[in-house]
């Protein structure tokens, strides 16, 4: 079994900052990929900023610039510094992973969510 936490949402005023972390845990032989999506109100599910390795990141063009992915492998952990928050950034954050697990099996695993609000 895999699970990711999430954590760091909250309520930030516009040109604020916030930084989300997402811990996995369980059987894990390999993580190929972490990182994190949104979902905003009437919105459908977009990806935010994607890790593939540390050289290797790609991100929303929305986020360009004032979001920086981040992981540490060896406690199986992603971050997600958002600075210079807007209104548009408002929505349900998920972290995302595909990893190996100890079965020999690849699979895609999410977080729970965690919300995050920027509003005066």
């Known amino acids: 079994q895999v699970q990711l936490v999430e954590s760091g949402g909250g309520l930030v005023q516009p040109g604020g900052s916030l930084k989300l972390s997402c811990a996995a845990s369980g059987s894990i032989l390999r993580i190929n990929s972490m990182g994190w999506y949104r979902q905003g109100p009437g919105k459908e599910r977009e990806l935010v900023a994607n890790?593939?390795?540390?050289?290797?990141?790609i991100y929303a063009d929305s986020v360009k610039g004032r979001f920086t992915i981040s992981r540490d492998n060896d406690k199986n952990m992603v971050y997600l510094q958002m600075d210079s928050l807007t209104p548009e950034d408002t929505a349900i954050y998920y972290c995302g992973a595909n990893l190996l697990t100890l079965r020999a099996t690849v699979k895609t695993t999410w977080g729970q969510g965690t919300q995050v609000t920027v509003s005066s």
């Open positions: 890790s593939l390795s540390r050289s290797s990141v």
